[in-house]
């Protein structure tokens, strides 16, 4: 069946230091990614999202890639700070169900 | 604006009690969620409502029942807690609507239950 996985369940970044979380996806028919972080004891928060007809996407110290060839999705944090920390899922969606499959998340920490 | 409520934050039952959590949100949405969370995994949706009076089964929707009472709550009802069912329950909402709409989800809270 169709999955999102996560390559690392733990990443430890310096802080100043980019951070790269990686995703690998399985459904070839996903139309729609999302990055989400969630903070301990909140609900996710929305990050940044990619549509399946883009490969790159920037925000505001983050960018998203999207390599449609292998089904590999990426976040990256530039200058992480402190606030940084937390867990990071990926999600895609197909248009036909408007349904979210998550991942199972990477731990984000950053050492002072 | 207070987005995505719920309640109760925390809850404590005994195996065979019933109860119903409940979620509201005030942006107009159409779409709901409700989903659990267990301890180093991932989301799971156990049910969503695509629009008012409408609702459909997600991943894992066993031993829950839902209500879509009118297009701002959305409530999750446990009709016999089991201990299985030790979890965060996250609701969530979003207007997703077509190729050009963002389909990002606003998530509440989060409930945090314990079944004994």
């Known amino acids: 069946g169709e999955s999102v996985g996560l390559h690392l369940p733990t990443l430890s970044v310096q802080e100043g230091d980019n951070s790269i979380i990686n995703c690998a996806y399985s459904?070839?028919?996903?139309?729609?990614f999302i990055w989400y972080k969630q903070e301990s004891g909140k609900g996710p928060q929305f990050i940044i999202d990619?549509?399946?007809?883009?490969d790159k996407r920037q925000g505001q110290r983050v960018t998203v890639l999207l390599n449609k060839t292998v089904k590999h999705l990426s976040l990256q944090i530039a200058a992480t700070q402190p606030g940084d920390s937390a867990v990071y899922f990926c999600a895609e969606i197909n248009f036909g169900n408007e349904k979210l499959t998550f991942g199972t998340g990477t731990r984000l920490t950053i050492i002072p | 604006n207070a987005g995505v409520t719920q309640t109760p934050k925390f809850q404590v039952l005994k195996t065979g009690q019933s109860m119903t959590l409940q979620c509201a949100q005030d942006m107009n949405h159409n779409s709901m969620y409700w989903y659990r969370q267990d301890p180093g995994m991932g989301l799971r949706l156990i049910y969503y409502?695509?629009?008012?009076?409408?609702?459909d089964k997600g991943e894992v929707p066993n031993g829950y029942n839902v209500s879509r009472l009118n297009k701002r709550e959305f409530s999750l009802r446990l009709e016999s807690a089991a201990p299985s069912q030790t979890s965060v329950y996250f609701c969530a909402s979003s207007e997703a609507r077509g190729w050009q709409s963002s389909y990002e989800q606003y998530f509440g809270p989060g409930t945090r239950l314990t079944v004994t």
């Open positions: 409502s695509a629009s008012e009076g409408t609702t």
């Open positions: 990619i549509r399946s007809n883009m």
């Open positions: 459904n070839s028919a996903s139309d729609y």
